[in-house]
């Protein structure tokens, strides 16, 4: 079984930053893509960032240039390091791994910006 903790929320002002982190634990072997999800009150579930094992990235035009995703595989981490926040970026962020071809969500982890 594979356990992910999610850590780094909370409040900021617009404009202000946050760096959220995702770590996997457990039986794993391989770990391919690591991503971030985020869901806002009455809306869907959405994509915020991408990274996969080769290290290429993907991000949802609204974070393009102010979020940067990154990983550190020695440490089966994910990190998401968010700057000039905004109110519209207000949800709970989750975080999405693939280990050994099988898909694990983190508990979610609230990010509120204050206008």
């Known amino acids: 079984q594979v356990q992910l903790v999610e850590s780094g929320g909370g409040l900021v002002q617009a404009g202000g930053s946050l760096r959220l982190s995702c770590g996997a634990s457990?039986?794993?072997?391989?770990?391919?893509?690591m991503g971030w999800y985020r869901q806002a009150p009455g809306k869907q579930r959405e994509l915020v960032a991408v990274?996969?094992?080769?290290?290429?990235?993907n991000y949802a035009d609204s974070v393009k240039g102010r979020f940067t995703i990154s990983r550190d595989n020695a440490k089966n981490t994910v990190y998401l390091q968010m700057n000039s926040l905004k109110p519209e970026d207000t949800a709970v962020y989750y975080c999405r791994v693939v280990v050994d071809s099988r898909l694990y969500w983190g508990q979610g982890t609230q990010v509120t910006v204050s206008s």
């Open positions: 990274i996969r094992s080769g290290g290429s990235t």
């Open positions: 457990g039986s794993i072997f391989s770990i391919n893509a």
